[in-house]
Structure formats: structure tokens, C-alpha cells
């Protein structure tokens, strides 16, 4: 049974950082494109960053340069290094997994792709 199970987030003042952790168990497979997610009050449900098996990212472009998705996969926890923070990243964060030898897809179509959700962290912004 694959499990994701994030954690790392809380409430911080603008220009703040935090670190998310998303701890992965149960996928027995060494191809995969990891995402994370983000979901605020009143708008629909965004990418925010992916990872693939062979260690290519991308970025939204509201969080390029201000956040870095990593995996360590000798702990198998994927990350979102956060920095920069602004009242508008506030969001629930989810992590997701897609069992796929193709890579990450496109991104309109990243969340109907994903096999393995989180239930999420609240990451909290003041201004």
C-alpha cells in the first residue's frame, strides 16, 4: 500500500522559508514523477513543482526561483524548499505520486495524472 505523508508546514511572516517533507512508503518502483501540489481558499487546485526519475524539474512560474523541489531517495522523502514566502503561497500543500516511465506530463494535466496523493500541510503566509 503506497503511503505519502507530508509534513513542514506552518505559519510564518512574509519573506520567511519553510521546508516541506513528503515521506513516501510502499511504491515499489524505481520510475515515478513526483509533484507538489497547492490548494487555497477560492481557487482551484495548482501545480507547483515536479521531479522525475531521471531528476528533471520544472516550476510554476509563480514560485520559480523562490522554491526548490528535491528527492532523497536513500530516505525516500521528497521535499519543497520554500523561500521568499508571500501571503499568496498561503495554501494547503499536497504531495503526489505518478507511476510512469514517461516523466512528468504536461502541466494542465498533472493533477488527473496522479496515482498516490498526501492529505496535505497547511502553510500559512502573514503579511
Known amino acids: 500500500?503506497?503511503?505519502?505523508?507530508?509534513?513542514?508546514g506552518?505559519?510564518?511572516?512574509s519573506?520567511?522559508?519553510?521546508r516541506l517533507s513528503c515521506a513516501v512508503s510502499g511504491y515499489p518502483y524505481s520510475n515515478y514523477c513526483m509533484a507538489w501540489f497547492?490548494?487555497?481558499?477560492g481557487k482551484e487546485r495548482e501545480g507547483v513543482a515536479v521531479v522525475d526519475s531521471d531528476g528533471v524539474t520544472a516550476y510554476d512560474d509563480s514560485v520559480k526561483g523562490r522554491f526548490t523541489i528535491s528527492l532523497d531517495n536513500a530516505k525516500n522523502?521528497?521535499?519543497?524548499?520554500?523561500?521568499?514566502?508571500?501571503?499568496?503561497?498561503?495554501?494547503?500543500?499536497y504531495c503526489a505520486l505518478e507511476n510512469t516511465f514517461s516523466g512528468c506530463g504536461s502541466w494542465p494535466d498533472l493533477p488527473y495524472a496522479m496515482d498516490y496523493w498526501g492529505k496535505g500541510t497547511?502553510?500559512?503566509i502573514s503579511s
Open 1 to 8: 500500500q503506497v503511503q505519502l505523508v507530508e509534513s513542514g
Open 10 to 13: 506552518g505559519s510564518v511572516q
Open 122 to 124: 497547511l502553510v500559512t
Open 77 to 93: 522523502t521528497l521535499y519543497l524548499q520554500m523561500t521568499n514566502l508571500k501571503p499568496e503561497d498561503t495554501a494547503m500543500y
Open 15 to 18: 519573506g520567511g522559508s519553510l
Open 38 to 41: 497547492r490548494l487555497a481558499p
